[in-house]
């Protein structure tokens, strides 16, 4: 069986998979290829994406954007972002549409941060004025201020972020 991509509609959907929005896994409903067992859990973890994926007719579908499609009846127009951070947790309630610009405020914080905090970074240009605290929003730096001390950067940034839509997961560490 192929279907194209652009052709999947939920109907094709939850004739072959049950979603649980609770677990946020796709399971099968019948044996329609050799390689299917019903009621085991469809898919896998993709090593290039990091994200669970599903192959279905022939195509390599993201399963948080099947689970959009399975519960709204439309893909996705724009991204799906996980809540928690988690891109193997495709729980209902952890998943939802965001354009890039909201996406970029819920990222995790970068696995290179040297300080332990979102926006803070080390001056070694200037050893006296060493912590730099910044904040990008919509692809711009909105905020750049040196301190002495990695305290007093993070609690001017805190203070200074808040008048930004950034999520309240932003800057968490992702989970392994």
């Not at 652009?6 to 399971?27: A, E, N, S």
Request: net charge positive.
């Amino acid at each position: 069986m192929k279907i194209a991509k652009k052709d999947l509609t939920q109907k094709i959907l939850k004739k072959y998979f049950i979603y649980d929005p609770i677990t946020g896994w796709f399971t099968w409903k019948f044996k329609h290829c050799s390689k299917v067992i019903p009621g085991n859990r469809a898919g896998s973890v993709s090593n290039v994406y990091g994200h669970r994926v599903i192959h279905f007719a022939k195509s390599l579908y993201p399963e948080h954007r099947l689970a959009f499609l399975y519960m709204t009846g439309v893909f996705p127009k724009n991204h799906v972002d996980h809540i928690d951070h988690d891109e193997l947790n495709n729980a209902w309630n952890n998943l939802r549409e965001v354009t890039q610009a909201e996406n970029n405020c819920n990222q995790s914080k970068r696995s290179d941060n040297k300080t332990g905090h979102t926006g803070i970074w080390i001056n070694k240009a200037n050893p006296k004025k060493k912590y730099m605290a910044e904040i990008h929003f919509n692809s711009k730096r909105v905020y750049l201020k040196s301190f002495y001390s990695l305290d007093d950067a993070i609690q001017a940034r805190k203070k200074e972020i808040v008048k930004y839509p950034f999520h309240v997961n932003h800057g968490i560490t992702k989970p392994t």
